[in-house]
Structure formats: structure tokens, C-alpha cells
């Protein structure tokens, strides 16, 4: 039954139940937000709209603890076969989940959805293998220094490295942030970024013109 599911829990509940993890059967696609109105009316759509099993999870960030480090809790703190990320401005195509699970497929292990600015260049929404993304920083999903920008940068460069990386362009999950084009990103997060550039990001991407990506 492609039945995909909705749960909201504050990012303070999630954590106290360090002992019992919240196992999933399938997706597990977490959203970390501030503004639940928001929150809630992507949800539904992306529910609505999946035709594919699942659990949609809000993760309702009351104290500021920010995307990055909000998205590794959650990934800690939860079991699925396959684990995702999405913003509150999420807009949902038709299908996207279904289609994003078959794009995946056996060999995949982060595939980027359409986000309507990147055409495949960066998973700035994504889902992953879990078992891939569990040995890349030591249970962390995302490289935990970031706060808020590049560790999707560099999660999609260590998927691209090892030549697994899938961008399925009818999986439609479009960022609709009308103030996007003007934003800065974080620069201490760019810093970051580019200082562990240097070093092929502990070692972990060697291809030259991947070195280069995002810089």
C-alpha cells in the first residue's frame, strides 16, 4: 500500500528517547523546522504526492539548534533502509518519492531531487542509503562542523567520488524561497568548507575536477 506518513516531534522529545530508536520501514524523510504552518502545509502536499510508503518526519527545531546538527541527531536517533532531507519550502511533484526510489535503485547511494536550481549539481534536498551515509562521519549523516551551509556540498561530492551519486529530474522537490537569490551563504561554513577542501575532505575525494566543484 503506497501510504506515506506524517509525524511531527519537537527536536527536545527526539533526543530523550536515546535508548529507543524510531524504526522506519522504507523512507524515512526528516524536516527540520522553525515555522510549523509551513511545515505542516509542504508536508501534507509531499504526502499527498509521494505514491511511495514512508514516514514524513518534522522535527520541530524550538531552540535554534540549526539544519546540520538537527539532521544528525535525527539520523542517530532513528533506523531506516533509506534517509532523507528536506527544508520547510519543499513543494512536492507528482510521484517524487516513487520516483526517487526507483532512480536510487540497488546501486545508488544519494540521489539529489529537482530542486529547481541545481539541475542535478548538488543535492540541496537528497535521499541516501543509510548504510552508505552510517560510514562516512562516524554516524554523523552530515559532516557535523557545518552549521548551516556546504555539508550537503560535500555529502554530494563523496557520493560523486564514488561514482554512485543519481539525479532523477522527474523527482521534484523545489525550494521555494523567494528570498534565495539575495541570500548569503554562511561564511564561516564556506571557510570551512574550502579549508577541508584541501585536505580532499579527510582524504575521502581524490578526482580532480570534483576538488574543484562548489569552490
Not at 10 to 19: D, I, N, P, V
Not at 80 to 108: M, P, T
Request: hydrophobic fraction near 45%; aromatic fraction near 12%.
Amino acid at each position: 500500500m503506497n501510504v506515506c506518513e506524517i509525524e511531527y516531534v519537537s527536536a527536545r522529545a527526539l533526543m530523550q528517547r536515546k535508548q529507543t530508536l524510531l524504526t522506519v520501514s522504507g523512507a524515512l524523510i526528516v524536516m527540520p523546522f522553525t515555522q510549523p504552518a509551513q511545515a505542516q502545509q509542504a508536508l501534507q502536499l509531499m504526502a499527498r504526492r509521494a505514491h511511495a510508503p514512508g514516514l514524513l518526519l518534522g522535527v520541530h527545531d524550538e531552540d535554534g539548534v540549526g539544519f546540520v546538527n538537527l539532521i544528525n541527531q535525527t539520523f542517530r536517533a532513528t533506523h531506516s533502509a533509506f534517509f532523507g532531507y528536506v527544508a520547510q519550502d519543499a513543494f512536492a511533484g507528482r510521484e517524487w518519492l516513487d520516483s526517487a526510489l526507483i532512480g536510487l535503485g540497488k546501486q545508488g547511494v544519494l540521489l539529489g531531487f529537482n530542486d529547481g536550481k541545481w539541475a542535478g549539481s548538488l543535492a540541496g534536498f537528497g535521499l541516501a542509503q543509510r548504510h552508505w551515509a552510517e560510514n562516512n562521519y562516524q554516524g554523523d549523516f552530515f559532516y557535523p562542523e557545518y552549521q548551516r551551509h556546504f555539508a550537503d556540498a560535500e555529502l554530494t561530492l563523496l557520493a560523486m567520488q564514488s561514482g554512485r551519486y543519481v539525479y532523477e529530474p522527474n523527482s521534484l522537490l523545489v525550494e521555494i524561497d523567494w528570498e534565495k537569490d539575495r541570500s548569503q551563504v554562511d561564511t564561516k561554513d564556506r571557510a570551512l568548507f574550502l579549508q577541508r577542501q584541501i585536505s580532499g575532505f579527510d582524504g575521502k575525494v581524490s578526482h580532480p575536477s570534483l576538488l574543484k566543484l562548489f569552490s
